[in-house]
């Protein structure tokens, strides 16, 4: 039997050959050109004998099915043409998969994505592993383009459109046994009984498959136009045609061909192709490799942090403790009465019933998460979380006695979200010890944690600190503690400039709504709100000497006031016991809210370059990372640098020189920005 690169065949006893997918010199499987002329090569044998009577496409990997396409390939597309060239020729030989005579078979443990999916959406069958790690789905348009090898018509005749746009539309995954659930995959069993449900499922006759009278009726013109003009509303709510097309266009071609024929695959080919070479595609495409690049760090440590033990309950430190208790570490939580401690149970039990589904998966995440007023956790923890509240003199304190408890070999990490670590480790006997691990709130929800490094942490500290990060599937970026870090530095002036135009007159509806157009998922009023006003004015109020900003009026008033934004039913906004802001009206403003992102954008940019000339962090690349995964900064645009660089680094200097004179502050001490 003839050999090949990257796949491996396999005939057993039953007449199934069991065709296992192994990329060469790659922990995972991903797709490119390659693996697809030898995928097509190992068809025309099958085609051409009858020695088979089913086929099993597995994965040889340790881990996963297939992650998607190499996506490496696609800035090697020459034009448009060679784009859609090559996805029509992935298309036609997934169409021969699904023509065999033959039962063809995906079996599924692990992720299943992109064109991981495709591929098995062209089998008769699909059995899925149904534990946590399998998750399956179509990301495509989180790199601005849509599935081009058959999935957005494959998908919707499989499980009607509704279902099926639900997952293409936002790029969510789903695991094993809502996949069953849907009929994505034909059953969902416990790992060791997949090689027996892939047999079972390889030896049925061939059978079409059944399209339910519901999705032949749902996808008929009349119903393709109404459902249509109802999904294309609901996507608005929530992103733009302009800065997201690749959804939007997803739409458009199942509603004027549907799923039926050859048309609406070349459609997918031509439109998937041109989004290739799309600027959002182009951007969407660098933050994935940015995300991989943080994913690479800390690899080189041997660290491994068993027993994680946090003091401060806190919404920061429980929300820390419960997040390590989640990913299966034990966890020790420490304050000063029980009942500081018990609403952070409360949120941990809440995160456990949401992540784990199943009732005992949720009864050992709680095990594993241990009150602990005494801290008796801290002699035996491999790493110390300190999350009490931004104060020097009471973080001195605690690490005073910390270092005096813990392991020899235990990390001490701080969360402060601003102090440099230099400041807090003055009163140590052992200051290289101290490292920063600054998380972002909602911890559960923001990929990004700051591993801040002082003047003197130790270059093994802070690789360990980095390796428990990615132990616990955050993104780590390494900075250099200055105030503020980088986040916080270059969020803190935007976020003050908002309620100084907030002082100047513009309504905060108008602010935000601005700055929603700009691709910010929130405005920076309503963010000011999530974080806390009482945060944002402590933060405020240390960096205000090192960036020489002053405080708006408006924000200590309303703290004075009792009004800490979210958290407390009111802030800039009034909120529903539930949390959720009760939105106002958006005034009218008669001028274009470019003017106001312009302004707001230019402070990110202007302490963003500051960053970079103060060594925060390594690169533009990394700065771009930060402030795109922890402030959610619009992915579209690449990141602030990668924004700067597209519209004119001189012209937006200009303009930032311009606004500054006109509001009379003073421009003797503007350097001007330079790409470092």
Request: aromatic share 8%.
């Amino acid at each position: 039997m003839k050999k090949y690169n990257h796949w491996r065949l396999e005939p057993n006893t039953d007449h199934i050959l069991w065709l296992y997918f192994d990329r060469k010199n790659a922990s995972v499987n991903t797709i490119n050109q390659e693996v697809m002329e030898e995928l097509s090569d190992i068809l025309d044998t099958i085609e051409s004998t009858k020695e088979y009577e089913g086929v099993v496409i597995a994965s040889a990997k340790k881990h996963g099915f297939v992650a998607g396409a190499d996506i490496s390939q696609f800035g090697q597309f020459k034009n448009i043409e060679e784009a859609i060239n090559l996805l029509r020729k992935g298309q036609l030989i997934f169409d021969r998969i699904e023509n065999l005579k033959i039962a063809t078979v995906a079996l599924i443990d692990g992720f299943c994505l992109g064109g991981g999916l495709e591929l098995a959406l062209a089998c008769r069958y699909r059995v899925a592993e149904d534990g946590p790690k399998t998750r399956l789905g179509l990301p495509e348009v989180k790199l601005g383009i849509h599935p081009g090898w058959g999935g957005t018509v494959r998908l919707p005749r499989l499980i009607g459109a509704p279902n099926a746009f639900n997952m293409i539309l936002s790029g969510h995954t789903i695991s094993g046994k809502a996949a069953a659930k849907l009929g994505i995959v034909d059953v969902s069993v416990p790992k060791r009984h997949l090689v027996t449900a892939a047999n079972y499922y390889a030896l049925q006759s061939a059978k079409p498959r059944i399209i339910t009278k519901m999705n032949q009726v749902i996808n008929n013109k009349l119903s393709r136009t109404l459902l249509s003009t109802y999904l294309r509303k609901k996507l608005h709510e929530k992103v733009s045609p302009e800065h997201y097309p690749a959804p939007f266009q997803v739409i458009d071609n199942w509603e004027q061909l549907g799923v039926n024929g050859t048309e609406p695959m070349v459609k997918e080919a031509q439109t998937c192709g041109k989004l290739f070479f799309s600027e959002t595609s182009e951007n969407l495409v660098r933050v994935f490799f940015l995300q991989e690049r943080l994913k690479s760090l800390g690899k080189e440590s041997r660290f491994e942090a068993k027993h994680v033990h946090v003091v401060g309950a806190g919404t920061m430190g429980g929300d820390i403790a419960a997040w390590c208790a989640l990913q299966g570490m034990r966890v020790t939580l420490q304050d000063r009465e029980a009942k500081f401690i018990a609403p952070a149970i409360k949120r941990a039990y809440a995160l456990f019933k949401d992540k784990l589904k199943e009732p005992y998966l949720v009864q050992k995440a709680m095990d594993r998460l241990v009150p602990d007023i005494e801290g008796f956790g801290i002699p035996h923890a491999d790493i110390i979380i300190e999350a009490i509240f931004e104060n020097l003199a009471a973080k001195q304190a605690l690490f005073k006695e910390l270092e005096t408890q813990a392991k020899p070999n235990a990390i001490l990490a701080t969360n402060t979200s601003s102090i440099p670590l230099d400041d807090i480790n003055s009163v140590m006997q052992t200051p290289e010890r101290l490292v920063g691990i600054h998380f972002f709130n909602p911890v559960p929800k923001m990929l990004l944690v700051e591993i801040v490094s002082g003047a003197h942490t130790a270059a093994n500290v802070t690789e360990n600190a980095i390796a428990f990060t990615r132990k616990i599937d955050r993104l780590p970026l390494p900075v250099k503690s200055l105030p503020g870090f980088l986040v916080n530095r270059v969020l803190m002036p935007y976020l003050l400039e908002s309620v100084t135009l907030l002082d100047e007159g513009i309504p905060m509806t108008v602010i935000d709504k601005a700055m929603v157009d700009f691709g910010m998922p929130m405005g920076p009023i309503a963010l000011a709100d999530a974080v806390g006003l009482d945060v944002c004015l402590s933060v405020a109020t240390y960096l205000g000497g090192f960036l020489n900003t002053t405080v708006p009026p408006r924000l200590t008033a309303l703290i004075n006031q009792g009004k800490l934004g979210r958290k407390t039913g009111e802030g800039f906004y009034k909120y529903t016991k539930a949390g959720k802001q009760i939105k106002p009206k958006v005034e009218e403003y008669g001028k274009p809210l470019t003017d106001i992102s312009d302004r707001l954008v230019l402070r990110m940019l202007d302490q963003s370059f500051a960053c970079l000339r103060d060594g925060v962090v390594a690169d533009a690349d990394l700065l771009d990372a930060g402030m795109i995964f922890g402030t959610g900064f619009a992915p579209f645009r690449g990141g602030p640098m990668r924004y700067a660089k597209t519209r004119g680094v001189h012209e937006l200097f200009e303009l930032f020189v311009r606004l500054q004179q006109e509001r009379h502050e003073k421009t003797d001490e503007l350097i001007e920005w330079e790409l470092i």
